[in-house]
C-alpha cells in the first residue's frame, strides 16, 4: 500500500464548477499535511497547510480527518488558472524533516 | 525578493561524468533539502540538511552526495554511481510555520544523460 494515495485524474471540470480532491495516508502519527499547486515542468508551490479544524482561503478549503486518515482539497467557482497538479504532502510523523508525496491530482478546468 | 536559486536549469551529461547541480536560498531558511521527481512518481528525498555542516540521507542517496559549508548553500552531486539519474531535481528549504515545517522549493534543475 502507497503511504499517500491520491487519484491521478485528470479531473476535467467546466468553468465555474466546484471539485474535490481526497488524499489518504497511511502513518497514524503524521502530524503536518499541506496541499501544494504543480505546473507542468514547474516547481511545486504551497497552496495551503491543512489543520485539524479544516481552514479555507478564499475559494480553497482543507479539511483533515484523522479518524479515516485523508484529506481534503475543495475548489469552488474553478478558473482556467487553476489547470494543474495538485500534490498531498504528509509528514512521516511529529517534528520531522521528512515528507511523504503523493503522485498528485491533475486538474483541467475547461472554458 | 528572497527565494531558492537552481542552477543550471537544464544539464546533459554523458554516462560516467559526476555533475554537481548548485543551491543558494537567501531566506534564511535553517533547513534544505534535495528532492528527485520522475513522471509518474512523488517527489523522492535525496539528502537533507538542518543545519550548516550537517546532512542526513534521505530515501534514495545512493549514488549522491551533498555538503553544506554554508547556510545559504546546498549543492548536490550526481555521480557516475547514480544508476539513472535522469531526472528533475528540487532543491527546497524550510522553516516552521505554526508548528509545521513548511517547504518553499527552487524552480528545479532538469538532468539528461546522454
Known amino acids: 500500500r502507497k503511504e499517500v494515495e491520491q487519484d491521478p485524474g485528470p479531473f476535467n471540470v467546466p468553468e465555474g464548477a466546484t471539485v474535490a480532491f481526497n488524499c489518504t495516508y497511511s502513518?497514524?502519527?503524521?502530524?503536518?499535511f499541506f496541499w501544494y499547486r504543480q505546473d507542468c515542468r514547474k516547481e511545486p508551490k504551497l497552496l495551503m497547510s491543512?489543520?485539524?479544524s479544516g481552514n479555507e482561503d478564499g475559494r480553497f478549503t482543507a479539511q483533515l480527518n484523522r479518524a479515516s486518515q485523508y484529506i481534503s482539497l475543495l475548489i469552488r467557482d474553478s478558473k482556467l488558472s487553476d489547470s494543474a497538479t495538485y500534490l498531498c504532502?504528509?509528514?512521516?510523523?511529529?517534528?520531522?524533516?521528512?515528507?511523504?508525496f503523493g503522485t498528485g491530482t491533475r486538474l483541467k478546468v475547461l472554458a | 525578493d528572497g527565494g531558492i536559486t537552481q542552477s543550471p536549469k537544464y544539464l546533459f551529461r554523458k554516462e560516467g561524468q559526476n555533475v554537481t547541480l548548485s543551491c543558494e536560498q537567501n531566506?534564511?531558511?535553517?533547513?534544505m533539502y534535495w528532492y528527485r521527481q520522475d513522471p509518474g512518481q512523488g517527489l523522492r528525498l535525496i539528502y537533507y540538511?538542518?543545519?550548516?555542516?550537517?546532512?542526513q540521507k534521505g530515501d534514495i542517496a545512493e549514488g549522491y552526495s551533498v555538503s553544506r559549508e554554508k547556510k545559504e548553500s546546498f549543492p548536490l552531486t550526481v555521480t557516475s554511481a547514480q544508476k539513472n539519474p535522469t531526472a528533475f531535481y528540487l532543491c527546497?528549504?524550510?522553516?516552521?510555520?505554526?508548528?509545521?515545517?513548511?517547504?518553499?522549493f527552487g524552480a528545479g534543475s532538469r538532468l539528461t544523460v546522454l
Open positions: 491543512v489543520y485539524s
Open positions: 531566506l534564511n531558511h535553517d533547513a
Open positions: 502513518n497514524s502519527a503524521s502530524q503536518s
Open positions: 540538511s538542518q543545519i550548516v555542516n550537517d546532512f
Open positions: 527546497a528549504s524550510s522553516i516552521w510555520v505554526s508548528g509545521a515545517n513548511v517547504l518553499t
Open positions: 504532502v504528509v509528514s512521516e510523523g511529529a517534528g520531522t524533516y521528512k515528507y511523504i
